[in-house]
């Protein structure tokens, strides 16, 4: 799978010319594409690279309890493969995850947020579901995630991760 979102139909019978296999650089590629917006009944717009200023993301991390601290999305933001941004008519963000990438096959999935007013509406779900689409056609192959037990169901049931091993350190409790 190239990196930059295009694709060989992977079901497709390997190419054929009479009974002559095609030459590999004669296959067939298409564009795998993902809309950049998806809009719902209930007046939720998702986007992919949406814009997104560091004052609604204070705002957002405020809106569901957190500890908003100002200047980290913009020193977030260039690393980043993408983000999907859910907002409502008015333009409210109620919803952002954001996905960075190895570079290559791999995606990681973090910071989902639901704007508190607006929790247990399926914004949360949408939301990582766009993400994962668009990491697809970006070219990654795997979408990793890690969570809190609480959140078990969310990421499991409601948006389709598959239980892995996985590890982590927490790098500041190295001995130096
Ligand atoms: C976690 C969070 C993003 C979920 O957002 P959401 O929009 O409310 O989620 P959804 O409505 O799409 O949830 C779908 C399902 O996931 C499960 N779920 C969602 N939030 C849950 C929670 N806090 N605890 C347990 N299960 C939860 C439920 O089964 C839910 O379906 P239900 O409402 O029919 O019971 C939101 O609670 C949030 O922003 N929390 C604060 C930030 C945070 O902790 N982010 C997670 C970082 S890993």
Known sequence: MSRLGWDRPERSPAPVCGNVPLA?????????TAEP??????????????????????????????????GWWDEIRPHSLGWVTARIGDGTVVGFVNVVSDGGDHAFLV?????????????????????????KAAGCEWL????EPDLRSFYFDACGF????????HLPSLPV
Request: net charge positive; aromatic share 6%; with cysteine.
């Open 24 to 32: 590999p650089c004669a296959v067939a590629f298409v564009r795998v």
């Open 37 to 70: 917006i998806e809009s719902f009944p209930d007046a939720v717009v998702l986007r992919w690279r949406g814009p997104l200023d560091d004052g609604e993301m204070v705002d957002l991390v405020s809106s569901h309890g957190g500890t908003p601290v100002p």
């Open 111 to 135: 910071d989902t947020k639901t704007r508190g007013t607006h929790q247990r509406r399926k914004v949360a779900t949408r939301v990582v579901n766009f993400a994962a689409k668009h990491a």
């Open 144 to 147: 990793h995630v890690d969570f």
């Open 162 to 169: 598959q239980r892995t091993d996985a590890g982590l350190i």
